[in-house]
């Protein structure tokens, strides 16, 4: 089973982060996202729930 994709429609890049708001990926990661392997794809989600936290404790 494929790992679904993190977007959550929400596209708009923050220029201070370089991550999308809405989904908190690289511009790179949003454009490789259908040729990543599982491994990859696990990886950057594991990114995105650190991105995640870090944004949460600056705000």
Same mark, same amino acid.
């Given at each position: 089973? *494929?790992?679904?994709?993190?977007?959550?429609?929400?596209?708009?890049?923050?220029?201070?982060?370089? $991550?999308?708001?809405?989904?908190?990926?690289?511009?790179?990661?949003?454009?490789?996202?259908?040729?990543?392997?599982?491994?990859?794809?696990?990886?950057?989600?594991?990114?995105?729930?650190?991105?995640? *936290?870090? $944004?949460?404790?600056?705000?």
């Amino acid at each position: 089973m *494929s790992l679904k994709s993190p977007c959550s429609k929400i596209c708009m890049m923050d220029p201070e982060t370089g $991550l999308c708001a809405g989904c908190h990926r690289t511009l790179e990661e949003i454009g490789r996202w259908s040729s990543y392997s599982e491994e990859e794809r696990t990886e950057v989600w594991k990114k995105l729930e650190i991105r995640k *936290s870090e $944004l949460k404790k600056e705000n």
